[in-house]
């Protein structure tokens, strides 16, 4: 019920967020569009807060909102300052987040290292996003005809090895209630620390042994043409009955988005085709 709650309270400002700017005409002041964007933002990470909901899924939703349906209501120049601002803050939070984690480490602020929780942790988060990328990696493919966009073995076993900083989730253990919180701290700074120096340090080998950076082809054409996919990927296409259901799923929100949500809180139909009042590019960032 948290995460549902939390999801509707993202969902629901990010709505009201569309309609306020698109029915109003916010958009000749391109210096307030800016500045209420992010004030928007903050209403909704601190109403979730407020209501002990989490105001990161909140505000995670809201950005979804936001990017698919405001972007026809901002002005050109709004559109292109409001990416270059979030793309900088994003930045410089994850950065501020890092130089704080190392400072923990180097001037003795922790006291309290549970090496066995610390490993203990590190072993299931391995655990778990192995359950996480493979099984939903297999599902992806299914959708994927064409062999060459589907996620392969090594793209899977690349995505497993390259994740697990944690910069949010030591965030997150920092504000943990209780007389553990400094063992959860710990044990999520120790996470982020190994997996930031072995998995960041040897993922460009990994790339490179698979054959992945960028310049280097990952499936050679011979083998696209005969079919041997060497193991590569896991599965290929789905039922027609499944297809069948997805299509008309798929079908029925895409009409219901365009001609009713699109209408109300993004551009109308003629704009759905390009961006209405801008380009693409806000939208794809």
């Known amino acids: 019920s948290l995460t549902a709650l939390s999801i509707l309270v993202g969902v629901g400002l990010g709505l009201l967020t569309c309609f306020i700017y698109k029915h109003t005409s916010i958009r000749n002041f391109s210096n307030l569009e800016s500045t209420l964007l992010f004030l928007f933002c903050y209403l909704c990470y601190a109403t979730a807060e ?39 803050l994003a930045t410089l939070s994850e950065t501020i987040v890092f130089l704080y984690m190392g400072m923990g480490v180097f001037t003795g602020k922790f006291s309290n290292w549970n090496l066995r929780f610390s490993l203990s942790a590190m072993v299931f988060c391995i655990i778990g996003r192995f359950f996480n990328i493979f099984p939903l990696s297999c599902l992806a493919n299914l959708r994927r005809h064409s062999r060459s966009s589907q996620i392969t073995g090594k793209m899977q076993v690349v995505l497993w090895f390259a994740g697990l900083r944690g910069a949010i989730a030591y965030a997150l253990a920092e504000n943990m209630p209780g007389e553990n919180r400094e063992t959860y701290v710990t044990g999520t700074l120790t996470i982020c620390i190994m997996t930031t120096v072995f998995c960041g340090g040897f ?20 083998e696209i043409e005969d079919g041997e996919d060497e193991g590569l990927v896991i599965f290929s296409t789905g039922s027609k009955e499944v297809e069948k259901v997805y299509e008309g799923l798929k079908e029925m929100v895409v009409n219901f988005d365009e001609n009713w949500l699109m209408l109300y809180f993004g551009g109308s139909k003629a704009d759905i085709g390009g961006v209405g009042r801008g380009d693409e590019s806000f939208r794809k960032s």
């Open 50 to 88: 407020s209501f002990e909901l989490s105001g990161i899924m909140a505000l995670f939703f809201n950005g979804i909102v936001l990017s698919h349906y405001n972007s026809y209501n901002l002005s050109k120049e709004s559109r292109h300052a409001t990416e270059q601002i979030f793309v900088t």
């Open 203 to 222: 993922t460009e080998r990994i790339l490179t042994m698979f054959g992945m950076k960028e310049g280097q082809s990952m499936i050679d054409s011979d």
